[in-house]
């Protein structure tokens, strides 16, 4: 699974606007809308929301992954937003999200969910490469940091 081979570096925010776990959910998703990858954005916030609400995706150290399964994406689609704020998100370790990394796939496609949440978690365990994303300050910038990490 090669993650710069699904985010496009037009859905990418850097820096975020919103200033709360919501907005910044709908902020991504809308990004996602605005390239033309949703078929249903109502739709697809409510499928990331239903799955926020079952269990926080604050999954620690300052990332969430929110995600969501929903006939209303043709394939697996991605989106990232970087803030230096900090947004509460109800995370396992109590502090605050600076990167925010959204997927939304297709319901019927486990697989390639599962593979792209397990290779986010692995390459945000590098804190050089983390460190260097928190500090980003454009989509470019993000874009060419996952492509340089991606090709080591």
């Not at 926080?56 to 006939?71: E, R």
Request: with cysteine; net charge negative; glycine share 8%.
């Amino acid at each position: 699974m090669i993650l710069s081979q699904i985010l496009r570096p037009t859905c990418i925010k850097a820096p975020l606007e919103g200033e709360d776990k919501n907005s910044v959910i709908t902020e991504l998703v809308e990004l996602l809308d605005a390239n033309g990858l949703l078929l249903d954005k109502k739709a697809v916030l409510d499928a990331v929301f239903l799955r926020e609400q079952t269990r926080s995706t604050g999954i620690g150290s300052g990332i969430a992954i929110p995600h969501g399964k929903c006939k209303e994406v043709k394939e697996l689609v991605m989106a990232v937003g970087i803030t230096q704020k900090g947004i509460e998100f109800a995370s396992v370790d109590g502090k605050p999200v600076t990167i925010v990394i959204l997927l939304v796939s297709p319901a019927d496609q486990t697989g390639p969910h599962i593979q792209a949440l397990a290779k986010i978690s692995r390459l945000m365990l590098d804190e050089q490469f983390k460190g260097a994303l928190e500090k980003a300050n454009s989509a470019d910038e993000v874009y060419e940091l996952l492509s340089a990490k991606e090709s080591e």
